[in-house]
């Protein structure tokens, strides 16, 4: 079984049920998830993601040491780096996590399939900004020079705008129509993003939409050969 999830925004301090999701994640992980061959994190797992030099946040430290020990265990987790995630993804190797950035192919179960963040198809100003902002060498040499306790908040309020700016359903339109592209291809496109879960099939192609862990709880599935969009029971 291969597990693809993403989206959950951990760290925002603005977020309803924070605590009560990190919870529900981490039971996740310890069920669903440990019985994957495969996991793909598909992005935005954190509200902002920013690699230091030194330090790294506490309020990511449960979430990351569950991930590591699955790398541990053998279970490849593959990390998407979203259009909330910055740096070259150093730490998150040491954790043994592969990480990735754009969009990768992947044989599984004898499909092509293609992953992504989704954010590559998105030309809202809001998700502009945020590349601009914190993918340039320059800005992220400065920002180091900036005490981790007052940038990480400044960054998560930054984070925080630029999301609520994002019209959703154009986002999971735009991202719709790219994977219909992309299935020219591919048999299977998996995306995030646009924090819309979304399964379509046709003609043995599909397109999924992972959804997002705030308020859909919702994850995608890759089970010999068949491809699945569910839901966690959330009380």
Same mark, same amino acid.
């Given at each position: ?22 919870r529900l994640f ?79 192919v992947f044989n ?19 998700? %502009? ?8 060498? /320059?800005?992220? @040499? $400065? ?6 306790? #007052? ?48 399964? %379509? ?8 939409? /992972?959804?997002? @862990? $705030? ?6 599935? #890759? ?13």
């Amino acid at each position: 079984m291969y597990l693809f999830f993403g989206d959950a925004h951990f760290g925002n301090r603005y977020t309803n049920r924070e605590d009560e999701r990190i919870r529900l994640f981490v039971r996740f992980l310890r069920g669903q998830a440990q019985r994957a061959r495969r996991v793909f994190i598909i992005g935005d797992l954190f509200e902002f993601w920013f690699e230091y030099r030194t330090v790294v946040p506490k309020r990511y430290f449960n979430i990351l040491s569950h991930l590591s020990e699955m790398a541990n265990m053998g279970i490849e987790v593959n990390y998407f780096m979203g259009n909330h995630e910055f740096g070259d993804g150093g730490f998150l190797k040491s954790l043994g996590f592969k990480v990735f950035t754009g969009e990768h192919v992947f044989n599984l179960d004898g499909l092509k399939v293609l992953v992504g963040h989704g954010d590559s198809a998105d030309d809202a100003a809001a998700t %502009t900004f945020m590349n601009h902002l914190f993918r340039s060498k /320059v800005n992220q @040499f $400065l920002y180091r020079l900036i005490h981790p306790d #007052i940038g990480i908040e400044l960054a998560k309020a930054i984070a925080r705008a630029s999301r609520e700016k994002i019209d959703l359903h154009d986002s999971s339109r735009k991202l719709g129509n790219y994977a219909r592209q992309k299935l020219a291809l591919v048999d299977v496109v998996v995306f995030g993003h646009s924090h819309m879960p979304v399964h %379509t099939h046709h003609a043995g192609k599909h397109y999924l939409n /992972v959804g997002d @862990f $705030l308020n859909h709880f919702t994850y995608g599935v #890759i089970d010999h050969g068949r491809v699945f969009l569910k839901r966690l029971k959330v009380k």
